[in-house]
């Protein structure tokens, strides 16, 4: 998709995350650039041997914000679907 600057198969920019906290746990807030904002727990989520390091809360609370598909991404390679995150957030005011 030429100009959208979104990963294959993402169909537009709403999910791109524009701002994400550590707050406790697996608890991440974000803030998406559609304007959704809230509370994901990615507890349940951190299963297989990508994300088993991810279980250490002093490992998980080292994430970033990929710079091109705008999603939560970890050193050791794991990243979690900016329209999962999207989908599933808890929205706070």
Do not use: K
Not at 38 to 55: A, K, T, W, Y
Not at 61 to 88: M, S, Y
């Amino acid at each position: 998709m030429a100009g959208t600057d979104c990963a294959p198969g993402v169909s537009g920019i709403n999910y791109h995350i524009v701002e994400a906290r550590y707050v406790t746990g697996h608890v991440v807030w974000l803030r998406f650039r559609d304007g959704t904002r809230g509370e994901i727990d990615l507890e349940s989520v951190l299963e297989g041997p990508v994300f088993e390091p991810l279980r250490d809360p002093l490992s998980f609370r080292q994430f970033q914000i990929h710079p091109e598909f705008h999603t939560l991404v970890w050193a050791n390679g794991a990243d979690i679907a900016p329209e999962f995150l999207h989908d599933n957030v808890r929205v706070t005011a």
